[in-house]
């Protein structure tokens, strides 16, 4: 079966950092997605790793090791407008060309002032 | 560019009662086509996707059904809602550089 864990929810204050674990294990793996979800409304691509080692924009990294099934999202001088939900998805199969991603059930970052 | 028309915003249905949500694509063409649904603290779920105009694959057996009448329009549907139904409906598309876009979701509570 497929299984992609993330913490619930972290607590940071402005202008700190904070990194949100994924780990997951899936049938194949064929790249992992972060995806921001503020309350209400549809996610919002942040990143996309294929290949291991790190990706950075801007304020925002993600990093991925595929031997570990791991990858973590960084961000970086935390905004107030950065508290949401973040979310960890996986892409199983290579060979289904039809892009369904299993998502985990979402970090819920809290930045305090 | 690309834009994707989700709606109605929100919903509020009796049990029993029939749904209807629409979901629209502009600027593409031939676009694959998913519903997801996520429920209060859970993961976003895949019911179902399309390749084109009339091929629905479901990805898990449910009160639910989908269809593809045009190119760019997919809409999902029940007969019958039940109270497990609630929950926030997503409608996305998968741009060629494997990014999914969402459109705006579909909170729906059934009552």
């Known amino acids: 079966g497929q299984n992609i864990d993330q913490p619930t929810e972290m607590t940071a204050t402005e202008g700190a950092i904070v990194q949100i674990n994924c780990t997951y294990q899936t049938s194949g793996f064929n790249g992992l997605f972060w995806y921001q979800q503020h309350a209400g409304e549809a996610p919002t691509f942040l990143s996309y790793n294929v290949l291991d080692g790190l990706e950075e924009k801007g304020r925002f990294s993600s990093f991925l090791s595929r031997s570990k099934g791991y990858s973590y999202l960084l961000l970086k001088e935390l905004q107030m407008k950065d508290s949401a939900s973040y979310l960890c998805?996986?892409?199983?199969?290579?060979?289904?060309?039809?892009?369904?991603?299993?998502f985990g059930a979402g970090t819920q970052v809290v930045v305090t002032p | 560019s690309q834009t994707i028309h989700q709606w109605p915003a929100t919903l509020v249905q009796p049990v029993g009662s029939p749904l209807s949500l629409e979901c629209t694509v502009e600027g593409t063409s031939n676009p694959n086509l998913y519903w997801y649904r996520q429920a209060a603290g859970r993961g976003l779920q895949l019911l179902f996707y399309?390749?084109?105009?009339?091929?629905i694959s479901s990805e898990v057996p449910q009160n639910l059904s989908a269809s593809r009448p045009q190119d760019r329009q997919f809409i999902l549907s029940s007969k019958k809602l039940l109270l497990s139904d609630s929950g926030f409906y997503l409608c996305?598309?998968?741009?060629?550089?494997?990014?999914?876009?969402f459109g705006s979701g579909t909170q729906l509570s059934v009552l």
């Open positions: 996305a598309w998968k741009g060629s550089n494997e990014k999914l876009f």
């Open positions: 399309s390749v084109g105009i009339g091929q």
């Open positions: 998805a996986v892409r199983p199969s290579s060979t289904d060309s039809w892009g369904k991603l299993q």
